[in-house]
């Protein structure tokens, strides 16, 4: 049985929803950074429209979804679950690119 965190209005939540949302934020975090480096320090563009910022902290609560739902067996597997939520939403989001798959040779071949 895993524990969980009572919230005001929610009720019920599991813990690995919130160590999910950390490791989400984690990687914005550094993101954020990276961006921030590749500017010499000055706040990139995106970070400055609300609609971008509402999509990441959409994706994050997302992230501490997965973990949830999934049961992860652990913290570690949570924060890792929650760490690559973005990376898996965002190749999901791309979606399969079917030249790319016809070029690749099949395993059993």
Do not use: H, W
């Not at 019920?12 to 934020?25: D, E, N």
């Not at 999934?70 to 399969?96: C, E, H, I, K, W």
């Amino acid at each position: 049985m895993q524990s969980v965190v009572v919230v005001p209005y929610l009720g019920a939540v599991p813990t690995t929803f919130f160590i999910g949302c950390f490791g989400s934020i984690a990687v914005e975090i550094g993101a954020a950074l990276k961006a921030s480096v590749d500017l010499d320090g000055r706040c990139p563009e995106r970070y400055l429209r609300p609609f971008y910022i509402i999509i990441r902290v959409l994706m994050i609560l997302v992230a501490g979804a997965i973990p949830a739902f999934l049961d992860a067996a652990n913290s570690l597997t949570a924060l890792y679950m929650g760490a690559s939520a973005p990376l898996f939403l965002d190749r999901l989001g791309r979606g399969v690119d079917a030249a790319q798959v016809l070029k690749e040779p099949s395993a059993g071949a």
